[in-house]
């Protein structure tokens, strides 16, 4: 038997009938087409079909157009990663596999967001030995239905009694995520009203884009069986309080955490500072791939630990980079997070592009500037972050460093997405915006 027979008898097994084929278009959505299990060995052969226009896709499924990308003609290839084949148990009868796009010849697919990430993992394994660990925090809010968010699960901040109140469902989103091989290190209510967070095990980038997928749409048909519409827009309600998607990483050679033991600020090594100092220096441009929604801005204010300020510090939760040297016994303690990012981005544009980013920053061997001490807010030389969608868009369009990562067809359709959905919203208020949105990720 060869490989996807293999997979197939597996799922047969398991009672598997269909599997969804995922990837996630420019605006942030997961699009699917599902495949029974008999026709598994085809669709790994032959890929299964779907039009490139929903590159060009907005949040409202609504269509603009791109230099490269658009119109009804043409059709790709979905391609299932059976690597990442998971029967998922919280959909019985069901498993999930991401997918690689393919043109049609079976060429690679330049506007392919999977292979991006990918290019851009072997470019920093090859040029300078390094591999990097990720992980992407998944933060939501449950209610009854999507416009009631809040209304259960509505005790304290952080508080036990939020755990007392769901606790069957919170049990088994534990055993949905433990029995589809994912590893929570944490479950905790949040700091808003019905709102949770699960952060994963750390592990490669491409794994880590594909896993945030995973954990969200577990989390979703497990909070579904039990009642609950769970929300992982930037914001839910007009608050004050949003959803983040923050995003975790270290450096790694020949199996040495390189945030640690080094002469750098808070024991970086060089290699570490450098790749972060290149991430640090495009972060206005990476919010256009990391908070991709105009309503991401609303979330994206001082005082909510969202990292609204273009800062770095150590421990510092105001700061879009916060640092973290964790314990002296703990190698895989120290890392960097990643807090303005949000679960509107597209987790593989986003691992890719950071990815992109610091190695910019090896190659010109930058260093950070001195890091932030308490609320950047107010501080001297304390800048924030692009404060609306078009400001974090053209320095997305100005920045050489992901232009050339991203390459035209590409970057030119998330420019046109961006910028379609920044004018789709231009009239809309805050709440309208809120509403418009919440229910769409
Ligand atoms: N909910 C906050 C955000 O919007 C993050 C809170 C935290 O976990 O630090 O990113
Ligand atoms: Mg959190």
Redesign the pocket.
């Given at each position: 038997m060869d490989h996807t027979q293999q997979a197939m008898a597996r799922l047969t097994s398991a009672g598997v009938r269909g599997i969804a084929l995922t990837w996630v278009d420019n605006a942030g959505i997961t699009r699917v087409k599902a495949v029974p299990t008999a026709r598994l060995k085809q669709a790994v052969r032959n890929g299964v079909g779907m039009s490139p226009v929903f590159d060009v896709y907005l949040v409202d499924d609504s269509m603009t157009d791109s230099p490269h990308i658009g119109g009804p003609d043409g059709d790709l290839r979905l391609v299932p990663d059976l690597d990442r084949l998971t029967v998922l148990a919280g959909q019985p009868g069901w498993a999930w596999a991401p997918v690689d796009r393919f043109e049609s010849s079976r060429a690679p697919y330049p506007a392919c967001q999977r292979r991006f990430a990918r290019r851009q993992v072997a470019t920093v394994a090859e040029e300078f030995g390094i591999e990097l660990l990720m992980g992407f925090?998944t933060?939501w809010m449950v209610g009854r239905a999507a416009d009631d968010a809040g209304q259960v699960a509505n005790g304290p901040a952080y508080g036990m009694a939020r755990l007392v109140e769901l606790s069957d469902y919170l049990s088994a989103l534990l055993d949905a995520f433990t029995a589809q091989g994912l590893e929570p290190l944490q479950l905790h209510p949040?700091?808003?009203l019905g709102q949770f967070?699960v952060s994963l095990t750390p592990t490669g980038p491409l794994a880590a884009a594909d896993l945030a997928v995973l954990a969200r749409e577990t989390v979703r048909a497990v909070s579904a069986r039990h009642g609950l519409a769970a929300s992982f827009a930037p914001m839910v309600r007009g608050d004050g309080?949003?959803?983040?998607r923050?995003l975790h990483l270290s450096l790694w050679r020949e199996g040495k955490n390189l945030c640690r033991g080094g002469d750098g600020p808070f024991g970086m090594t060089a290699d570490c500072e450098a790749f972060l100092a290149g991430v640090f220096r495009e972060l206005p441009a990476l919010l256009a791939l990391g908070a991709p929604s105009p309503a991401s801005y609303l979330?994206l204010r001082p005082g909510?630990?969202?990292?609204a300020y273009h800062s770095w510090g150590l421990e510092n939760?105001e700061a879009a980079l916060r640092f973290i040297e964790g314990s002296p016994d703990d190698l895989g303690g120290a890392n960097a997070e990643l807090?303005c990012f949000?679960g509107a981005a597209n987790p593989y544009l986003l691992v890719g592009a950071v990815l992109a980013a610091g190695i910019a920053g090896l190659r010109e061997e930058l260093t950070l500037p001195l890091p932030v001490v308490g609320d950047p807010s107010g501080q001297l030389n304390q800048k924030r972050l692009p404060e609306s969608l078009p400001a974090a868009v053209d320095r997305l369009a100005a920045s050489s460093v992901l232009a050339t990562a991203l390459g035209p067809e590409l970057l030119g359709a998330v420019l046109a997405v961006r910028r379609a959905e920044a004018e789709l919203y231009e009239a809309t208020g805050p709440d309208e915006l809120v509403t418009a949105t919440r229910d769409r990720y």
């Open positions: 925090e933060e949040e700091y808003a967070e309080l949003g959803n983040g923050h979330r909510y630990w969202a990292g939760r807090k949000d």
